[in-house]
C-alpha cells in the first residue's frame, strides 16, 4: 500500500488512504457523501446461506464504521462452476440478499468468475451528512473505549474447519458474525463519539493500533474487561489460530506492551470475521451511550481508555480496569 501513487489532492475527498479507514467518502455536496467500500473472502462455514448472511454482515460493517447509511450493494463471486452445485451459489446469494434487505438497502448487480475456490462479498455504497462522517483518527486522550461484539471468531471458524467445534458454538458464532452493526453505528451517530473503526481481519489489536496511529494516542487494553465467545478458549488450547492472527501479531509486535500472557495476545490479536465496531468515547458520554446499547441488545464492554503517548502504542494490562 505505502507504494502506491497518491491521490490527486480533491477537496471532496473526505477520507481516503491516508489513515487506513474502513471505507472512502466522497462529498457530492453541503449535505451528501457517499461511502464506498469492498470485502469478499473464501467460505468461514459450511453452510452456504449462513456463509452468504456472514459475508454481507461483514461487507455492510465497513459502512456503519463511518456512521453511514448503506443504499446499494454489488455482489462479487468466484466460483467453480461445473464443480459445485449451482444451488450452492444460489444459497449464498439468498444469505447475502438477506442482510442487504435487514440493512435497507439493494441488490443493484454484481460480477462473477469461474474460480476453483469459492469466494463471496459485496461492494457496497453508503450515504451520509459530511460533518457527520465517524472515522478512525478522532479519538482522544481520556476517552474511554467501548467493543460491541465479543472476540474469538477467528480461533472458532478455525476449529471448525478442524472439526473440534460443537454444534451449538458453530451456531452461535455464525450468530454473532451475522449481527449487523447498525444499531450500534445509529447509537453512536446519535449520542455522538470521537472515533469508531470495524474489528476484522487486522484484529481487535490491529484496528485499534490504526486508530490510535491515525490519532496520534496511545491505548491501554485491560483484558478482564474485553468479552470474548466461550469457545475460542477450548480451541485455543487445541492449537487452532489462524495464520491472519499470527500474522497480526507479528506485524504489531513492536507497538505492544504491558503484563499479559501468550493467550490473551493471541485473543486480542486473532483476526475477526464480522465483528463488532469499536468506539473511542468521551467520559462524558460513556454512561448514556453504554445504555442505549445494551437496551438495544448490543453487547457493549468498556474495555480500555485512550492516553496521551506514543502514536498507535498499545499497552495490554491483565486484569479488569478499575
Known amino acids: 500500500m505505502c507504494q502506491l501513487p497518491k491521490n490527486i489532492p480533491n477537496p ?11 471505507a472512502g467518502v ?8 457517499i461511502v464506498q467500500t469492498v470485502d469478499f473472502f473464501t467460505p468461514v462455514v459450511d ?13 455492510l460493517s465497513d459502512i456503519y464504521a463511518m456512521g453511514a447509511r448503506p443504499i446499494t450493494g454489488l455482489n462479487l463471486v468466484s466460483f467453480p462452476i461445473g464443480k459445485l452445485d449451482s444451488q450452492i451459489l444460489l444459497e449464498i446469494l439468498k444469505g447475502g440478499q ?39 483518527s478522532g479519538a482522544r486522550a481520556k476517552d474511554y473505549l467501548v467493543l460491541t461484539k465479543p472476540l474469538g471468531i477467528g480461533i472458532i471458524t478455525t476449529g471448525i474447519k478442524r472439526g ?6 458453530e451456531l452461535e458464532a455464525v450468530r454473532i458474525m451475522s449481527k449487523l452493526n447498525k444499531e450500534a453505528s445509529e447509537i453512536a451517530q446519535e449520542i455522538g463519539v470521537n472515533a469508531c473503526t470495524d474489528v476484522t481481519g487486522f484484529g481487535l489489536l490491529g484496528h485499534l493500533h490504526e486508530m490510535m496511529k491515525a ?15 466461550s469457545s475460542a478458549w477450548s480451541c485455543l488450547a487445541s492449537g487452532s489460530v489462524p495464520g491472519g492472527t499470527l500474522a497480526n501479531l507479528e506485524y504489531l509486535k513492536e507497538y505492544l506492551d504491558g503484563n499479559y500472557d501468550s493467550d490473551w495476545k493471541t485473543i486480542l490479536g486473532d483476526a475477526q470475521t464480522s465483528g463488532g465496531l469499536l468506539f473511542s468515547v468521551p467520559e462524558s458520554k460513556i454512561e448514556l451511550l453504554v445504555n442505549e446499547l445494551k437496551g438495544a441488545v448490543v453487547e457493549a464492554a468498556i474495555i480500555g481508555r485512550v492516553y496521551l503517548g506514543q502514536e498507535g502504542k498499545i499497552s495490554i494490562t491483565k486484569g479488569k480496569m478499575i
Open 98 to 136: 438477506t442482510k442487504i434487505e435487514e440493512a435497507g438497502a439493494l441488490i443493484v448487480g454484481g460480477h462473477s468468475i469461474d474460480d476453483p475456490e469459492p469466494k463471496y462479498g459485496l461492494a457496497i455504497t453508503g450515504i451520509v451528512h459530511p460533518e457527520k462522517i465517524l472515522s478512525n
Open 26 to 33: 466522497y462529498r457530492l455536496n453541503d449535505k451528501q457523501a
Open 164 to 169: 473440534i467445534v460443537a454444534q451449538e458454538d
Open 12 to 22: 471532496n475527498l473526505l477520507v481516503g488512504i491516508e489513515t487506513s479507514d474502513d
Open 47 to 59: 453452510d452456504p446461506f449462513s456463509f452468504g448472511q456472514i459475508a454481507a454482515a461483514n461487507a
Open 215 to 229: 490519532s496520534g494516542c496511545h491505548a491501554e487494553i485491560f483484558c478482564d474487561n474485553v468479552p470474548v465467545i
